[in-house]
């Protein structure tokens, strides 16, 4: 089983949509839970960074950590096409400097 | 915009040759990471560095190499390459401590026939 489980889509929302996006892990030593957006032939940029539970806002970007679930989403509200892109939960046990990574899931938002 | 470059973007190469790919950056961070990333698969660590001189493997086996001299350069070598290492490698770093933000650099396909 792999540690971080992350539902590879593709996701197509229309222009407007709230999206969720999700991750599931398994090791209960995570700490910090990450969101990347990585545009085709391009490398991953981080969108979020939350540390242990709870919610954090940026814009239109919200990241919720549900640590007894071992469940970390990313909403993205009024979705718009330039959000099209594959994004990467990431996450890490405090101290390793390792970050293990999730598939990704592939998103596109329709005009 | 992160300050980190890798080339060549690109790379077709036969079977057999070395190469290396390169890495800078100009944020003068001392961590730094290798990673490979194939269509749908999660990233894989290959490489880190916690400094000059400082280098250690990744938790996915690799044929490659890496070095760390100056804190700018972390290239990565494959002494010969197989098709089995065609893959996308992506170059990385963060600052040494505290929030532990890695910036990405835009990768380099590699396409061994």
């Known amino acids: 089983q792999k540690e971080v489980e992350q539902d590879p889509g593709p996701l197509s929302v229309p222009e407007g949509a709230i999206v969720s996006l999700n991750c599931t892990y398994s090791n209960s030593a995570f700490q910090y839970f990450m969101w990347y957006r990585q545009y085709s032939r391009k490398g991953p940029e981080l969108l979020m960074y939350?540390?242990?539970?709870g919610n954090k806002e940026d814009g239109r970007f919200t990241a919720q950590v549900d640590k007894s679930s071992k469940y970390i989403s990313l909403f993205i509200r009024d979705s718009q096409p330039s959000d099209s892109a594959t994004y990467l939960c990431?996450?890490?046990?405090?101290?390793?400097?390792?970050?293990?990574f999730g598939t990704g899931t592939r998103l596109k938002v329709l005009a | 915009e992160a300050d980190i470059y890798q080339t060549p973007r690109y790379l077709v190469i036969g079977t057999g040759k070395k190469i290396t790919l390169e890495c800078s950056q100009t944020?003068?961070?001392?961590?730094m990471y290798w990673y490979q990333q194939d269509p749908g698969m999660e990233l894989h660590l290959i490489h880190y560095?916690?400094?000059?001189?400082?280098?250690e493997k990744g938790d996915l086996s690799s044929e490659s190499t890496v070095s760390r001299i100056r804190t700018e350069h972390f290239p990565l070598t494959l002494e010969s390459a197989r098709p089995s290492h065609t893959s996308q490698y992506l170059c990385?770093?963060?600052?040494?401590?505290?929030?532990?933000?890695?910036?990405f650099g835009p990768g380099t396909r590699l396409t061994v026939t």
């Open positions: 990385a770093s963060s600052v040494a401590s505290g929030l532990y933000e890695q910036y």
């Open positions: 944020m003068g961070h001392d961590k």
């Open positions: 990431a996450m890490e046990t405090s101290g390793t400097y390792k970050y293990i």
């Open positions: 939350t540390y242990s539970s």
């Open positions: 560095s916690y400094g000059v001189n400082s280098t």
